[in-house]
């Protein structure tokens, strides 16, 4: 994009434009299914699981097909993997993710009670969950100030210009560094929505965006 003058980047502004923005959109799934009733611990950690490369649009009745057979550790440790795989099997890597979840189940009955704790090396503990999933677990469920940190919020943060990281890692310790932390769940809620429908992969909608005064535009080479 050619250089044009650009107003200094204020997150409270941004913040405050981007949640009317995406109000006509559908809401990002974990969130989405956790104002519908799935909000514990367990249910965020599965459906996050069952999220991993697989769109919002499958996720959300994807988790509640399986929620609406077993919706705790418990429940879910007596299914076998082949009856959770039948379950989730609109997701991607669905026989992997089924294997997981059982798992992840038996360990929570074996050595928690039953009851997954909102602590971070715990999740972290589990076999396939990264600190994207700890934290929208801890940020979701439990008021915990996480970032959580998928495709969106790495593409919307660096082409706003607000960090530079290569990584989704690298921006979310760029983003821990520099953004309030009473935004740091909101962030995921509000740029999961934005990042898939204004400000897309390709040709992102700038002539709507809300924050294009402020937008640096990184990377851009065209857009609508």
Known sequence: ME???KRDFDIDVAMQR??????????????????????????????????????????????????????????????????????INACTFHEAKARQIHAIARRIVNEYEGKLPCDAEVLLSFAGVGPKCANLVLGI????????????????TNRWGYVLA?????????????????????????????????????????STCPVLDMCQQVGVQAHH
């Open 3 to 5: 250089a044009t003058t």
């Open 166 to 206: 290569r990584t989704p890692e690298k921006t979310m310790a760029a983003l821990e560094a520099k953004l309030p932390q009473h935004y740091w769940v909101e962030i995921n809620r509000l740029l999961v929505p934005f990042g898939k429908h204004i400000c897309t992969g390709n040709l992102p909608r700038c």
């Open 18 to 87: 981007l949640r009317t923005a995406v109000q006509p959109f559908p809401k990002a799934a974990l969130f989405e299914l956790a104002d519908a009733g799935y909000n514990s611990s367990f249910e965020v950690l599965v459906a996050c699981i069952i999220s991993i490369r697989t769109r919002d649009e499958t996720t959300t009745p994807v988790a509640q097909r399986l929620f609406a057979q077993a919706r705790t550790p418990a429940a879910v440790s007596c299914l076998a993997p082949d009856n959770i795989d039948n379950l």
């Open 141 to 156: 469920t439990g008021n915990q100030p996480r970032i959580g940190v998928d495709i969106h919020v790495h593409r919307v």
